[in-house]
């Protein structure tokens, strides 16, 4: 083989070596917004019992939780102001709703750019024998930094049995090109009654 031929095959190799790596760099990990592994701020309201909690997520990055009138909004960033001033921090359901204690991070390589979390929306046309909403499940999935943070996602996880699959992929093909405020947040997969609550206005 001549020296040119050895060098194009070795540049060759390099590059389909990179694109497995590139390939296989997406992954996911987890960490909690328990209160137990967060940390409270402020006292509750005394007023509505309204609380707020900042936890640790990944790379560095704070997960804020604010609840109030039953409902929550969870935003992200390097610290807690910086959470706070994010369009995510700013977004309600207009049902009562909450959000589940795991955060699914999807990231290339260290780098997560894309959380999904469980969330449950109650549902006041289907009271239970108490007379209380029973809930239904959506997957969110939210954009990180660098640049805003934002929903970009919703997954209905009950009219989807592959709604973790779902989400994962609008996480890895849609989060990273999302832009916050343009762009409209995408209902991925069938949709169901949690998508049709959380898009009520």
């Not at 209905?156 to 947040?185: H, M, Q, S, Y």
Request: net charge positive; aromatic share 4%; with cysteine.
């Amino acid at each position: 083989m001549s020296r040119i031929g050895f060098i194009s095959l070795a540049a060759l190799l390099i590059c389909l070596n990179a694109g497995v790596a590139g390939a296989q760099s997406i992954g996911s990990s987890y960490t909690s917004t328990a209160s137990k592994d967060c940390r409270r701020i402020g006292k509750p309201s005394e007023l509505d019992g309204s609380t707020t909690r900042a936890c640790p997520g990944k790379d560095g990055l704070i997960v804020l939780i604010a609840e109030d009138d039953l409902r929550e909004v969870v935003s992200i960033g390097r610290n807690r102001k910086a959470a706070a001033e994010e369009p995510a921090a700013k977004l309600w359901f207009a049902p009562f709703n909450s959000s589940e204690n795991t955060v699914e991070w999807r990231s290339a390589g260290a780098k997560p750019f894309a959380m999904i979390q469980r969330w449950h929306i109650a549902d006041s046309t289907d009271p239970d024998k108490q007379g209380r909403p029973n809930t239904k499940a959506m997957l969110v999935v939210t954009r990180l930094p660098p640049g805003p943070v934002c929903h970009v996602a919703y997954v209905d996880a009950i009219a989807n049995t592959n709604a973790n699959e779902l989400a994962r992929k609008a996480a890895d093909d849609v989060a990273r090109g999302f832009t916050c405020g343009k762009d409209e947040v995408k209902i991925v997969g069938a949709r169901g009654r949690a998508v049709e609550l959380a898009t009520m206005r």
